[in-house]
């Protein structure tokens, strides 16, 4: 990936845009904002990449791994065409963007839309509103994400600027997971096991590796940011890993954390970052004001608090300060120091540290009287091993994970089509528990029966329902961090401990004031996370795990938005290129 400035936005009439053509059309609103119609053409297709001495065929978009970048400016509308050339069946979801009154173009398979089969087409038409930041695009069908994915970057509104200081260059830092076998193998061979699936070989930044793996060339298979002393530069960092919540440190070096999820936030500095997997985090890196006699090692490394197998391996690139010709090669390199894999005490630490900007320009419309709450226990369970076969879960049994004990099935037709033409007979129902139907001591010794429920179950909401949800992690197969992500919305996260939540003493400590307000955040590692958000945007929005392997296990459910009363309230019908099941 390139380390150049990103480009001022084009005013240019054509744009190539990966290997397809952006044409930026002006739209004049009430004579004083201009926006921008972005057109561009995503090509699924075949791809062959080496790393790690290992050759295989990836599926990318445009040939390009990481996947091209999308830049827009807030108030931007988007069509992206996607043609879908290779044998799978194809989803892209524009992580983060709200989608408003948009939900046809949100991109999960099966929830919004069927997928883009083999040699079929669709395109995704959206706006985007009230964002500025970075987000990242990626599919969203079973792991295809492993290597689909690419950068969001919406700049601020023309003569807008950032409530920072201006950098010098913007570079996005994206993480990632190799496999040496193709990652869609590795799933299915563990849905029909029931056991865990094999770990990743390798983490990546920008698609390499870096020095640290074996049969991996510090000069081939390394990212390097190449920067000038006294300079101020926005690392864009994007964790598009399938599996694993990332630890982030440059050696000798502390960033300025400045934007979440396409969020502002008041910043705070660092030398050590957590980032799940749907977590963007914008920081500001001030380079050093003389050249130093060195260059410093950027690495990603998991957190982990589960149990099982995990890649604890560690991604490194290289920062290199440019001024140093050939005889960089024999300066010394300084590596970092990371958390240890298990520092859920330096997470809960971290997490905290974010706050919204809150200010008159940017504020927090936390909702401060709630009309539903809803209280979800979210973790791991198992389903009992089919008949005359043999299972490699817990004790004989299959890996599930589930909300409220509901392990999601997925539907063969898309929930939103059904809702929408109201034909959901057979495809999904509407009693999905607003508690967990069996209370228990959810962070201590597991009950003896961890068998989850299965089913397509939905919860509706009424337009602008103001919403309080309390994600409860439980031990059943242990404890862990599970990133939740909510499709359609941001949300503020107003609390967060470790324990089973006590709605009588915790309420009352609540940050109503300027939470951190996001579309991904963790649920704590035997503990709990109350965010709240307004269910403005009519449609049907999905929430998960970002965690892939969790997601396929069951973590995931849907919450359903009736129309608003306005025209501009209600879901439009769907466009004519919908995909087909």
């Not at 845009?17 to 059309?25: H, I, K, T």
């Not at 395109?123 to 069908?141: E, K």
């Not at 530069?233 to 990332?246: G, K």
């Amino acid at each position: 990936m390139a380390t150049s400035q990103l480009p001022p936005f084009p005013s240019m009439a054509v744009l190539l845009f990966g290997f397809g053509v952006v044409f930026l059309m002006p739209v004049f609103v009430a004579g004083v904002t201009r926006h921008y119609t972005f057109n561009t053409l995503f090509k699924i297709m075949y791809h062959n990449v080496t790393r790690l001495c290992h050759t295989r065929t990836i599926l990318s978009v445009n040939g390009q791994f990481p996947g091209p970048r999308l830049v827009a400016r807030e108030g931007d509308r988007v069509i992206v065409k996607v043609v879908n050339h290779v044998s799978n069946n194809v989803t892209i979801h524009w992580h983060g963007v709200r989608q408003l009154t948009s939900g046809w173009a949100d991109g999960p398979a099966y929830i919004t839309q069927c997928p883009i089969q083999t040699g079929q087409s669709y395109t995704y038409n959206f706006t985007i509103t009230g964002q500025r930041g970075t987000l990242l695009w990626h599919a969203h069908i079973s792991w295809l994400r492993s290597t689909i994915y690419g950068p969001i970057i919406i700049l601020p509104k023309l003569n807008e600027s950032y409530p920072f200081q201006k950098p010098y260059k913007e570079i996005p830092i994206i993480f990632g997971e190799w496999f040496n076998v193709d990652p869609e193998a590795v799933i299915q061979q563990a849905l029909q096991t029931g056991a865990g699936p094999n770990v990743s070989d390798a983490y990546t930044i920008n698609g390499l590796p870096g020095p640290l793996y074996n049969c991996s060339s510090k000069a081939k298979d390394t990212y390097k940011l190449k920067v000038k002393p006294g300079k101020s530069y926005l690392l864009r960092l994007i964790n598009a890993a399938l599996n694993d919540e990332l630890f982030f440190s440059i050696a000798n070096h502390t960033v300025t954390v400045v934007e979440a999820d396409a969020v502002y936030v008041k910043p705070f500095d660092t030398d050590q970052l957590l980032i799940s997997p749907g977590q963007t985090t914008n920081v500001l890196l001030r380079t050093k004001p003389y050249l130093p006699n060195a260059t410093f090692f950027m690495e990603a490394r998991p957190y982990f608090s589960g149990i099982g197998t995990i890649d604890n391996s560690t991604t490194a690139a290289i920062l290199q300060y440019n001024n140093h010709s050939s005889s960089s090669s024999k300066l010394p390199v300084l590596r970092p120091t990371l958390p240890p894999i298990n520092a859920t005490g330096f997470v809960a630490n971290f997490t905290s540290k974010f706050r919204s900007l809150n200010s008159v320009k940017y504020p927090a419309n936390v909702p401060k009287s709630i009309d539903r709450k809803f209280f979800f226990t979210v973790g791991l369970g198992s389903n009992p091993c089919p008949k005359n076969t043999t299972c490699q879960g817990p004790n004989g049994t299959k890996f599930s994970a589930s909300i409220n004990n509901v392990s999601f099935v997925m539907p063969s037709t898309a929930i939103l089509q059904a809702h929408f033409f109201g034909q959901n007979n057979g495809v999904y129902t509407t009693d999905f528990p607003v508690n967990p139907p069996l209370p228990f001591n959810y962070t201590g010794p597991p009950p003896n029966n961890t068998n989850v429920s299965n089913g397509t179950k939905t919860v509706v909401l009424g337009f602008n329902t103001t919403v309080e949800l309390v994600m409860q992690d439980t031990s059943i197969l242990g404890a862990e961090s599970h990133p939740l992500h909510l499709h359609g919305f941001n949300f503020f996260v107003v609390g967060q401990g470790f324990g089973n939540y006590d709605p009588n003493n915790y309420t009352k400590n609540f940050n109503l004031v300027d939470p951190v307000e996001r579309n991904t955040a963790g649920v704590p590692a035997g503990g709990w996370i109350a965010i709240r958000f307004l269910a403005d945007n009519p449609g049907v929005w999905f929430m998960h795990c970002h965690l892939d392997v969790h997601t396929s296990w069951g973590l995931r459910m849907a919450w359903i938005v009736l129309d608003g009363p306005q025209p501009n309230q209600k879901l439009p019908p769907p466009p004519s290129d919908l995909p087909k099941c």
